[in-house]
């Protein structure tokens, strides 16, 4: 396994993280994703530290907390070598104090999030959202508290766009509070919103980016192809309403890409996607998901391996999208690289 600074700590993560979204499978929507209960994770877990894979990443909404559950369970007896990541923010009932980010809410769902997880401290907490009605410096105030209570060790944001999460970090620097340190982000060769504006906020930030979602919704597992009806296995039956949305021929355009450097490598069209988000700037680490032991084993086969320059480049012309305002004005201006110089590889 490889092992990254996550942004600007001092703390070593793998460059793949395991995701809990399959753990509990309650719900519509988690569901869908898989019903993974304790036994069945606890031989994932094993295959996952084996392979190195020490972090896993959950969160409060997953399952209705039964996926903190399950996974605390799998870890039992295994605090020690593993680091923790989950999230709060988002709703999980209907009263007033069941959304956002409140003081109260934030140090009631850490207290629960603990509780869950057979735990005293969670690793790395994120927001999973932005909470405009909760005053940032409130936000910050209470997380920083946390922190220095000992019941969290760093902190991340998941989602938020470019002003909200440098407006969170100036806060922080005014007050002499924690700072985040991880972005959680959708990222993927079908899905490269993040490179125009919040890649290089993470550069300059310090901030790392934890990928999740990197085959696009399961769209990049090699079982999607032009002309062929939705494979049955496919979660994009029951959730693709709540997918993030990718135009058909685009997401065939990148597919032939993968399949073409398929042939030409020997691994899966899977393990390249996400090889090439590893050789991505700012990446700290892929979340992978399964909902058995052969998808994640074949994951696992991302690692100790790399795409040459020239394959990195043909991934990036097949997944190229035209430049969002308000970048597209001056993108192709000759000379405007003068003033500001790509602190990424151009597409």
Known sequence: MEYRRLGASGLQVPALSFGAGTFGGRGPLFGAWGNTGVAEARRLVDICIDAGVTMFDTADVYS?????????????????????????????????????TSRSRLIASVDKALRRLGTDRIDLFQLHAFDAGAPVEEVVSTLDDLVRAGKIRHLGVSNFSGWQAMKSLATADRRGRERYVAHQVYYSLVGRDYEWELMPLGLDQGLGAIVWSPLGWGRLTGKIRRGRALPAGSRLHDTAEFAPPVEEEHLFRVVDALDEIAGETGRAVPQIALRWLLQRPTVSSVIIGARNEEQLRQNLGAVGWTLTPEQMARLDRASARPAPYPYFPYHRQPGFARLNPPAFPSR
Not at 76 to 83: I, P
Not at 85 to 92: E, F, Q, R, V
Request: no cysteine.
């Open 64 to 100: 209705d907390g039964a996926s903190e559950e399950v996974l605390g369970a799998a870890l039992k007896g295994r605090r020690d070598q593993v680091l923790i990541s989950t999230k709060a923010g988002l709703p999980t009932g209907g009263a007033p104090g069941d959304a956002g």
